[in-house]
Each structure stands twice: as C-alpha cells, then as structure tokens.
C-alpha cells in the first residue's frame, strides 16, 4: 500500500517559471510534512517541513501549500533557477510512539534556461 | 557535508556473500534510521533504532538483513547472502528523535551485487 502518492513524476520548467510538485496521502495519523531534495550522487536533504496546523508554510521561494480535508500537500518552486534541478520527495511522519518517515516515488525537476 | 557517516561508498559482492555497512550518526542524535534506495529513487524504511533500541522494523527480507546499533561502536546493517534484488543505495539517517523531526542523511553505501 502505498501511503504517499507523488507526481508528477517528472517535470520541467522554464528559468523564472514556478514548478509545483503534488503529493497526497492516506493515513490521517500522518501530522509531519516535509519535502526533501536530493541531487546527482549526494544524500537527501531536508528543504522545507509543514505541519497540519498551518496550510501554509514559505521559506523564500518554496512554499507549501497544505489541504487537510483533501489529504493533499504541494511544494512551489517560485522564480525555479538550473540549481534546483534535482529530485524532490514529499514525506509523512507516521506519527504515534514510534515514527517513521514515508517518502513519496519523487519528482525529477528540470529547470532549462 | 554530511555529518552523518557512511561506509563503505560502494562494495561490490556476489550472491550469496554477506554485506556489511556501517553508520557513525550525528553526534547527539539517538535516533538512527536505514532506508534502501532503488533504482527508481523509491525509499524503502528498513529499520530505526533509539540509542541501542530497535524502533521499528519491517520483516526485514527473509530474515536475511540484520542490523543493530551498539553502544560506543557504529551502526551497522548487514546482508547475510546477498541477492541481485538487494542491489541500492543504502541510506543511514539520524534525527534528534523518531517523530517529526529532520532526518540528517548520510552520503550511502552503494551495494551491487553481481
């Protein structure tokens, strides 16, 4: 079962464009959302986190954009520049006493200039 | 750079060998996870431990993934025989705790198996 659904799978933009990447999830325990990035040949890493108590959370040009009722969070990209090509994950903590992140399939964003 | 350490990058084994990875986590963080990475960058949770404590795990491969994290001693995962399926990227992670919280990374331990 797959608990996060990620997409699109891939997706590319022009320079100065705003990418969106989709996610969505099952389990109504989940209460940690964070997108993480991971470039060629390195480890991923934490870009931007949520939790269901805000539907909005920026960090200069990445915002996500958080729906409780649907189940549904997505990460923009405004103003996308080369460097940010990479593969983006969404996630969900679990939650409950021993938690666990569950990653979405990813999604390879290219920025063209 | 990664304060969470990995080794080795990459091994190579041939089935049936055993594979060891090894994982020295950021320093004050007792929570300590490992992901497998397939070709297709999917996740898959193998195993997290508090401190010494195992967390949680999944049915770990036929009983054929072992791992533990001992005390003064790194972390380690290991494939007692390895099969072509197990070929990925091995990820160790460490966190101030288990829930909600940022998972550091570690570069990975590469495994093909021939």
């Known amino acids: 079962q797959q608990q996060v659904r990620q997409s699109p799978q891939s997706l590319t933009v022009w320079e100065g464009e705003t990418a969106i990447l989709n996610c969505s999830y099952e389990?109504?325990?989940?209460?940690?959302f964070p997108w993480y990035h991971q470039f060629p040949g390195e480890s991923p890493a934490l870009l931007i986190a949520?939790?269901?108590?805000?539907n909005k959370k920026e960090d200069g040009r990445f915002t996500i954009f958080f729906n409780k009722r649907e189940k549904k969070f997505s990460l923009h990209i405004a103003d996308s520049q080369p460097g940010d090509s990479a593969t983006y994950f969404c996630a969900a903590d679990s939650g409950g006493s021993n938690a666990k992140l569950t990653f979405g399939k990813g999604t390879k964003l290219s920025v063209k200039s | 750079n990664s304060k969470v350490i990995q080794t080795p990058r990459y091994l190579v084994k041939g089935q049936g060998q055993k594979a060891k990875m090894r994982c020295i986590p950021e320093k004050g963080h007792p929570v300590v996870f490992w992901y497998q990475q397939n070709k297709n960058n999917e996740f898959k949770f193998l195993i997290n431990f508090q401190n010494q404590e195992v967390l949680q795990q999944i049915d770990m491969t036929e009983k054929r993934f072992s791992a533990e994290c001992p005390s003064n001693s790194p972390c380690s995962l290991e494939i007692q025989s390895s099969e072509a399926g197990d070929s990925a990227l091995y990820l160790c992670a460490s966190s101030h705790r288990g829930r909600g919280n940022t998972l550091y990374f570690g570069e990975g331990s590469r495994l093909i198996v021939v």
């Open positions: 949520i939790r269901p108590v805000s």
């Open positions: 389990d109504s325990t989940f209460d940690y």
